[in-house]
């Protein structure tokens, strides 16, 4: 018998995954509490193995044992709702999957409360957008071996396929896993982002590239080591002319940032696993700063910006920024990918970080050419503490880092900012360090608190009488 799934939440996401599914052999019952999205739905229908249930209870009743059913609404109180509502009427050994951008502890609580009753939970990761859930995303599960075997044939049918044909999907842990590796490639996402918006904002603001030049600029970054889905849409944003006053769309769009939470808890939860992860943090606050939009303005008649202007190679600094983007991409990726080693520790995943870069390849927003290269790293040293330690991405930011330097001086001596640029800088520096100044803030806990500290010549435990004349 043809697989039948049920979809409940039948926004953009929602009804496109239906689609997805229904392309590949799947018979699909939607449901949403919203007349004008049941109906939408219905016309999208019309013709194909996919049909409208006017409640819970019905899509339920529409699907055989045991059930598989897609929640496709907004994280929080939102899925709490739909499970609340669905639990009466399922079985043992249904499956419930929550594809949206849920919480990962909220994903570890609602699987441990319904396995209570022999209902099984998945937290699915799914990056794409729109589009990606139509024809391909990259799909992050976390649940059981056995749940995710019934269910596996379909998701590699629906995922995105890198190069080499390999399906962008994997069970990656129990549990919350699959929404944690999601949490932090959107935390990677947002880290990516800055760091291009910063590349930009010197470029243009900066130095006076104008968008015709940065649109060729970005295309040959495109067809080379920074090629990248974000890359490609930049690329693309810079040939877009405003209607209305005839100039490039990118510069009559208001500079204040958006975001849906997903950065801001991986760098809490970065904070509770002890692991920096200082580019991803300042992409994070470089939004928040972007919010307080009427301040900034204020702040520019107290602090004009000092007169500089930049006086060298424009086609010189360009192929510097073209070096520097790509060494502190790889130091997000690096961090984010220290954050997911630190994490199946303390939540006990068992997460293959080879396998997270490898579904990342296609589908999802951080798709990049880089992927095959990270992907890479792992499968062959497993245990690789940190990317910054395999020896090709050395090689390759060694030979970049001067061009890195050249950046950020000039970006100071220009009054742009380039938090995340500076922070990968920062976090190469402090990485290759083998003493950084905590001795000091040793020596001042001890002394203020009686922290102790430890010595760099024997072992042990020791505190210093600070405040004694004698000593």
């Not at 939607?30 to 229908?45: M, T």
């Not at 930049?234 to 950065?263: N, S």
Request: net charge negative; charged share 20%.
């Amino acid at each position: 018998m043809t697989q039948q799934f049920g979809i409940i939440g039948l926004g953009v996401m929602g009804q496109n995954l239906a689609l997805n599914m229904e392309r590949n052999g799947v018979r699909v019952v939607g449901y949403d509490r919203s007349d004008a999205a049941r109906q939408r739905f219905a016309g999208l229908a019309a013709g194909k193995a996919m049909q409208v249930a006017d409640s819970a209870a019905g899509l339920v009743a529409a699907l055989p044992q045991p059930r598989h059913i897609l929640v496709m609404v907004p994280a929080g109180a939102p899925v709490d709702g739909v499970i609340a509502e669905l639990k009466p009427l399922l079985a043992a050994g249904d499956l419930l999957i929550d594809g949206g951008n849920s919480f990962f502890m909220d994903t570890e609580r609602r699987a441990q409360a319904l396995a209570a009753d022999g209902i099984s939970f998945m937290g699915l990761g799914v990056s794409g957008g729109e589009e990606g859930a139509l024809w391909g995303p990259s799909m992050m599960a976390g649940g059981n071996v056995e749940t995710y075997g019934r269910i596996q044939p379909l998701l590699q049918a629906m995922a995105a396929k890198a190069d080499d044909g390999a399906p962008c999907v994997a069970l990656l842990g129990p549990r919350g896993a699959g929404h944690y590796v999601k949490m932090v490639h959107n935390g990677i996402e947002y880290g990516d982002m800055q760091l291009i918006a910063e590349a930009y904002d010197l470029l243009h603001r900066g130095v006076g590239v104008d968008v015709a030049t940065l649109h060729e600029l970005f295309s040959e970054w495109n067809r080379g080591e920074l090629a990248s889905y974000l890359i490609e849409i930049t690329a693309d944003i810079f040939t877009h002319v405003d209607a209305e006053t005839g100039q490039p769309l990118v510069d009559v769009i208001l500079d204040q940032a958006g975001q849906k939470g997903t950065g801001k808890w991986t760098s809490q939860n970065a904070l509770d696993v002890g692991t920096p992860i200082p580019t991803l943090v300042a992409a994070v606050n470089g939004r928040l700063l972007s919010a307080i939009k009427e301040e900034r303005l204020a702040a520019t008649n107290v602090y004009p910006a000092p007169a500089a202007t930049f006086a060298g190679d424009a086609a010189a600094l360009a192929a510097d920024v073209r070096d520097a983007l790509y060494a502190a991409k790889v130091c997000a990726y690096a961090q984010g990918l220290a954050l997911l080693r630190a994490a199946s520790q303390e939540y006990e995943y068992g997460l293959n970080l080879a396998e997270a870069a490898r579904i990342w390849r296609a589908g999802c927003i951080i798709r990049a050419d880089l992927l095959d290269h990270i992907a890479a790293a792992f499968k062959q040293q497993p245990d690789l503490p940190n990317l910054l330690m395999d020896a090709d991405f050395r090689q390759a930011l060694l030979a970049r880092e001067a061009a890195w330097r050249r950046v950020i001086t000039t970006a100071i001596e220009l009054s742009i900012p380039m938090p995340a640029m500076m922070a990968s800088l920062s976090y190469f520096d402090s990485y290759r360090s083998g003493r950084l100044p905590a001795n000091l803030i040793q020596a001042q806990r001890d002394y203020f608190g009686a922290h102790t500290f430890a010595r760099v010549d024997k072992p042990g435990v020791f505190h210093y009488d600070w405040h004694s004349e004698n000593s």
